[in-house]
């Protein structure tokens, strides 16, 4: 006897709650860095966080929603911009960062109602396109500095050591934020549609699903965090540069992350940015040639290694960090009372 | 008058523009490749040539005679292998790939020829005009316009009046079913990726023969492109045609008024376009 409610379905395996145990207490000796290591470490992590924060917003944007932007460092910088901007008028830089999240959000909207009318491929163009013009539209205003940029006020009064623990405890904190966001997100009925949409979006919509408000929840989330990311970025940095903060190698790291990492699994980025990170901590005063690999390695893993390094791992041994979808956990031989729910977490 | 005068630039750039923009519509027509290293691609174009022309005595005409073949070859090549592989990898790869390549020729061509611009000695065609009334019309400007309109004429050539043109519009509505018929749908890619290498091969060389340009300029030329393809409407040669030259006088006029301006008023134009007519001014046909 084989019918449906003879299987136990479940989302979590007993590995993928031992790894939660092991994800926390990682998260606590990050928590812990700033009282161990030098500063010098520490504020080159701060980078790592960002790259996951912005990795997995761009995963979740084209892994899952199938939207392939090159236009996310529009909300970096429109994130950024947002922070100096309420600094001049008096809020706390790291409150500011989470208004550089609305505002990113904020101005993803219209944003989204010229970029979705291009399909596929071209959606990608156009939102470069849109990128640039948020760049060449934030040098006309002088009050945000023009072409040379803006320094941060707000946070000059803090001690260097503690600010910059401070920064790196935001920073982690945030990333943490970002990847159990995304965790919550694909586990709640978005992420049901979302999942539909991209193994068939045809198929998806005949089932009911509006598949064009889903993936603009989706691109709004993703431009929030980018907006975040942004923020840290001029937490960081004290000051914003616009052909910096607006560049399309943000763009070109988020791509590179997703691709080795994985595309359309939670833990992509998480491998993605851990890989890159270690390439530019060791490779990086290679200059052109650095990127000139990375590009290659890029090309190299869309052509023949499309699941990155994640799928292939959990591909083999079918070991999930974040449990997103459903497995077959018991296999009953004879059926159990029907009225037992099918699904249970 | 020198409204005028800008007028008649912005079409001669616009011809240039839409030499950019075929190859890409040619792709994205038959094989729904986005090449994200388009303008790269005519920029390897234009810094090969002056290599050649540095390295070599070779006169101007022999160094494009083996520039623009030599690319309509490695179009082939990367379309048979690259490309087709990443289109056997699912539908983002290409994108991926691409973006790639764009990133390792802007590097390769920083690495090899440092970030100075640099110029494509063509000696007096660069500078030369003609008097029309009383606005000079540059001799380079209307070879980029003439160009365009020879590489569109010959395309629709191709596409309507030979077999394999007729086979490269069967492979691009439905591939499944041209090659069910008989048609070797990658030969086919192959060749269209061919034509469109040549052309942007074509458009880089004369753009570094107009004005000097530096191993990152690729990406603003995509973009250029992409605007003049979207303006146009998706799908139609003709159409980008259209888009080119109405991008070009665009941005010449407004720069005429306020030169840092110009490039943010073509962005402004695509996007207006993009809202109010998204069929593009010249509504599309497939190919």
Not at chain 1, 14 to 43: C, D, E, K
Not at chain 2, 190 to 217: C, D, K, M, N, Q
Not at chain 2, 263 to 275: R, W
């Amino acid at each position: 006897m084989n019918t449906p409610n003879s299987l136990l379905i479940r989302r979590s395996r007993r590995s993928s709650n031992l790894s939660f145990v092991a994800l926390g207490l990682v998260a606590v000796g990050l928590v812990m860095m700033p009282y161990v290591v030098y500063q010098s470490v520490t504020s080159s992590m701060v980078m790592l966080f960002v790259l996951v924060i912005i990795a997995s917003m761009w995963n979740l944007l084209a892994g899952f929603g199938g939207l392939v932007s090159i236009g996310q460092q529009a909300y970096i910088g429109i994130g950024a911009y947002t922070v100096i901007v309420m600094a001049d008028l008096g809020v706390h830089p790291l409150i500011g960062v989470f208004f550089g999240a609305l505002t990113s959000a904020m101005l993803a909207l219209p944003t989204s109602w010229l970029a979705f009318r291009l399909r596929g491929d071209y959606f990608a163009v156009g939102t470069w396109v849109i990128a640039e013009v948020y760049r060449l539209v934030m040098i006309k205003f002088q009050f945000v500095g023009g072409a040379d940029g803006k320094s941060l006020v707000g946070l000059s009064g803090l001690d260097p050591v503690m600010r910059s623990a401070l920064t790196y405890w935001f920073a982690l904190g945030i990333a943490i934020l970002t990847v159990l966001g995304c965790f919550w997100l694909l586990r709640s009925r978005i992420g049901l549609a979302l999942t539909a949409i991209r193994d068939d979006e045809v198929s998806a919509r005949a089932g009911g699903i509006d598949a064009t408000r889903i993936k603009r929840i989706v691109y709004l989330v993703s431009a929030a965090g980018c907006g975040l990311a942004g923020g840290i970025l001029v937490v960081d940095a004290l000051r914003v540069q616009p052909d910096a903060i607006f560049s399309v190698s943000w763009s070109a790291y988020m791509i590179f992350i997703v691709i080795i990492g994985g595309i359309g699994y939670l833990e992509g980025p998480l491998i993605g940015a851990l890989v890159f990170f270690a390439m530019q901590q060791f490779l990086a005063e290679m200059g052109t040639w650095y990127l000139m690999l990375l590009g290659v390695l890029a090309i190299c893993a869309a052509a023949w290694f499309p699941k990155g390094l994640w799928g292939a791992f959990s591909q083999k041994t079918g070991f999930r960090l974040f449990p997103v979808g459903y497995h077959v956990a018991q296999r009953f031989d004879t059926p159990v009372d029907s009225r037992a729910p099918l699904f249970r977490n | 008058m020198q409204i005028l005068d800008a007028l008649a630039q912005g079409i001669l750039l616009g011809g240039l523009y839409t030499l950019f923009a075929v190859g890409l519509s040619i792709m994205f027509g038959v094989m729904r490749i986005v090449n994200l290293a388009h303008g790269d691609f005519a920029i390897l174009a234009a810094f090969l040539a002056i290599l050649l022309v540095g390295e070599t005595s070779f006169p101007v005409w022999l160094v494009v005679a083996i520039t623009v073949p030599a690319f309509a070859a490695i179009g082939y090549f990367l379309q048979r292998t690259l490309f087709q592989q990443s289109l056997n990898s699912g539908p983002l790869s290409t994108l991926l790939v691409t973006f790639g390549m764009s990133i390792v020729i802007q590097n390769a061509l920083l690495e090899a020829f440092s970030a100075n611009p640099q110029r494509l000695d063509v000696g007096q065609l660069a500078t030369a005009s003609f008097p029309v009334g009383p606005i000079a019309i540059p001799y380079i400007g209307v070879l980029g316009l003439m160009l365009a309109i020879l590489c569109i004429v010959a395309i629709e050539l191709f596409l309507r009046r030979t077999a394999t043109g007729r086979m490269t519009r069967a492979v691009s509505d439905d591939p499944d079913t041209a090659r069910l018929t008989g048609a070797n749908s990658r030969h086919i890619y192959g060749l269209a990726t061919g034509i469109a290498f040549g052309a942007v091969a074509i458009a880089g060389l004369l753009l570094a023969a107009r004005s000097s340009v530096e191993p990152t300029a690729g990406s603003m030329r995509l973009i250029f492109a992409f605007e003049a393809v979207v303006i146009g409407g998706l799908g139609s040669l003709w159409g980008t045609l259209v888009g080119g030259l109405s991008l070009g006088v665009v941005q010449t006029l407004v720069a005429h008024f306020d030169p840092s301006s110009s490039i943010l008023a073509g962005h402004l134009l695509f996007l207006l376009v993009l809202a109010f007519r998204p069929q593009g001014l010249i509504p599309a046909r497939s190919l």
